[in-house]
């Protein structure tokens, strides 16, 4: 395996799609919306915010393990983790892992200034506010994600709806625009339904550690509750956005993909084990890029008509 093969799989690469999704929608809506498409800039976009997006996975990752959490998750017969396995395992040094961190940040700031004079300061607040959510979610003095009471959903939810949604449309029209951020909300809500699914993989481990995610907070029940609502909120703002005109009326064929997410929803008891909520993660995830693409085809399909 080459290095640079390593190292994306150790930034878990393969979960990419779920940050460039809402960059290509946030693309779809400059095109269908404004009639407006740089190659170049919208590259540049999508760059920075994949290099944020493998900064962010790496960071929770050095910060899970000198934390202990990942040790937890490795120990336990009722956790699935899933983390890298890297540092735990010893593979890597904690200084070598820690450099490629910085690195991809390094790209995604370098990629964000670069476009912030390309095409406004006012980008800067996206590169600011994506990179502290991305940084202090596990790091301290804050280790918001450790905290519970809803922090980390909220942070999912702009890092991977509202800022790469609005941020993409912002380089291509310099416009804040209030339907791009009405576009993101779909979107931003099932990825933050994966982050929240994938709290069940390991919640006994994490409540072990003393992170203190909303799962543990409220218990398993408690929590499925909350992910079966959040999936039908998430779900009924793609009719409510259409009523509103910032979806054309066919982006409601987006609701179909929650058949096999709520097929499986119903297949789960009070209590489950930890692959039955792989099951649920890997739902959620196909729901949410199944999602997505039918958002973005509606929207190119105004524009080109």
């Known amino acids: 395996m080459s290095k640079v093969s390593f190292w994306l799989k150790a930034a878990r690469a393969q979960v990419l799609p779920v940050m460039i999704l809402p960059v290509v929608l946030g693309g779809a809506a400059a095109f269908s919306w404004e009639n407006t498409f740089h190659v170049g800039l919208f590259l540049l976009t999508l760059i920075g915010a994949a290099s944020a997006h493998l900064f962010s996975n790496m960071v929770n990752d050095l910060w899970d393990f000198r934390n202990g959490v990942d040790q937890k998750a490795n120990s336990s017969d009722e956790a699935i983790s899933t983390n890298s396995g890297l540092l735990p395992n010893g593979r890597v040094s904690e200084k070598q892992f820690a450099r490629v961190t910085w690195i991809f940040l390094g790209i995604a700031v370098l990629s964000g200034i670069t476009l912030a004079i390309l095409t406004g300061i006012t980008l800067l607040l996206f590169v600011l506010v994506g990179g502290l959510i991305a940084y202090f979610y596990v790091a301290p003095p804050l280790k918001f994600g450790y905290r519970g009471k809803g922090y980390s959903e909220l942070a999912i939810f702009l890092a991977f709806g509202v800022l790469p949604v609005m941020g993409t449309y912002f380089v291509l029209t310099s416009t804040i625009s209030l339907h791009a951020f009405l576009i993101s909300i779909p979107i931003g809500l099932l990825t933050t339904l994966i982050l929240f699914n994938h709290h069940f993989l390991h919640w006994k481990a994490d409540k072990e550690a003393g992170k203190k995610t909303l799962v543990v907070l409220w ?87």
């Open 219 to 305: 218990g398993e029940n408690g929590g499925l509750r909350f992910s079966k609502s959040l999936a039908l909120v998430a779900y009924i703002s793609v009719p409510i956005l259409s009523i509103v005109g910032a979806l054309p009326w066919y982006a409601n064929l987006a609701i179909l993909t929650a058949i096999p997410l709520f097929y499986v929803y119903q297949s789960l008891g009070i209590t489950n084990k930890a692959a039955d909520y792989g099951r649920l993660m890997g739902a959620s995830l196909r729901a949410t890029i199944r999602t997505g693409l039918v958002l973005v085809f509606s929207l190119l399909l105004v524009g080109l008509l």
